[in-house]
């Protein structure tokens, strides 16, 4: 008896988890014969639709994966099994559901929906703070608390969401507030941000904007998803240093190398790649002509490049 999609669920597409959780279409359907997961249901035009309780379990086999797991290791496992050996895999060393307590304030805010609470406590911190630590030790931590919420089902879809504006509300103010480089400079590094279109999380690009800003860079943001070419396209008018790209865990690490690659050679060398975010891409199989930093790792980064750039000014 074929399984059918009842009437009052709404749940997702296979194209809508290839993009939540960023395992590929054909592997979800390879996963589906060899180990009797996902177990999809039809729509009635016979498509496969996933409830959304598999939905959260895949997350958590994917973050399992990034982590170094086989599939064929993990995937049988139930979801609070994945969620406590995420845990362990990840060395928090402590209950994936106990955040530390510096950051509980924060997530509860989130979850109670007291979104103008939550600004007003993220904007205490920013100006107590100041902005390099913020970033890195505050809303570093905390989005990747908000994305462990998200994929474990702690936190609903609108309520990261809902974080994620709230904090791009007080990060763009904390940006604008900086004092910009002069682009013409020639110890600021021009540097364009954005990410490709397969991936549509800003929080890390936006995080990496503010430090290079912080650290005396000129910035020109694309936001999200913009076209490769287009990328290239930017790159060339304004005569850019360097191209910095965000990529999460949710994207495809074949596509994240794919565009690398594809980047790489239209350049032709007319600006420097960097890349940054938790994809697996960037652990395990960084190609050689990509940069790839963390961030507490930009400013070094861009003293480096003011380092080079002097020399060959020299030279």
């Known amino acids: 008896m074929t399984n059918t999609v009842p009437s009052q669920t709404v749940p997702s597409t296979i194209s809508d988890v290839e993009r939540d959780t960023g395992v590929a279409k054909e592997t979800l359907r390879v996963w589906e014969r060899r180990y ?3 177990r999809p249901l039809r729509d009635p035009n016979g498509e496969r639709v996933y409830p959304i309780e598999q939905v959260h ?9 990034d982590l170094g797991f086989r599939p064929g290791k993990v995937i049988q496992y139930s979801a ?5 050996l995420s845990g362990k895999a990840a060395g928090s060393g402590q209950d994936p559901a106990a955040p530390a307590p510096e950051l509980q304030g924060y997530l509860d805010l989130c979850k109670s929906h ?3 609470a939550l600004r007003r406590k993220l904007s205490q911190a920013l100006l107590m703070m100041g902005l390099k630590s913020f ?8 989005t990747t608390l908000v994305g462990d919420a998200w994929a474990s089902g702690q936190l609903a879809t609108f309520e990261e969401h809902l974080y994620t504006e709230s904090l791009t509300v007080v990060m763009r103010s904390a940006i604008f507030a900086m004092p910009q480089a002069n682009g013409n400079h020639v110890n600021a590094p021009r540097i364009l941000l954005t990410t490709l ?6 929080l890390g690009l936006l995080m990496a904007e503010a430090m290079c800003v912080a650290e005396g860079a000129h910035c020109i943001s694309l936001g999200v998803q913009t076209p ?3 990328i290239v396209d930017a790159a060339r008018v304004q005569r850019v240093d360097i191209i910095a790209l965000s990529f999460s865990v949710a994207m495809n690490p074949r596509q994240v190398l794919d565009g690398l690659a594809e980047l790489q050679v239209r350049l032709a060398g007319a600006a420097e790649l960097w890349a940054g975010g938790g994809n697996a891409a960037l652990k395990r199989r960084r190609p050689p002509y990509v940069r790839v930093f963390g961030l507490a790792d930009v400013a070094g980064a861009i003293a ?3 380092a080079r750039h002097a020399a060959l000014a020299v030279g």
């Open 57 to 65: 379990k895949l997350r958590l086999v994917k973050r399992l994966i």
């Open 36 to 38: 009797d997961f996902p």
């Open 135 to 142: 970033v890195t030790e505050l809303v570093g931590p905390l």
């Open 304 to 306: 480096a490049w003011r």
């Open 80 to 84: 609070a099994e994945l969620q406590a």
């Open 197 to 202: 279109p397969q991936e549509r999380h800003g």
């Open 114 to 116: 007291q979104m103008e």
């Open 228 to 230: 490769l070419l287009d």
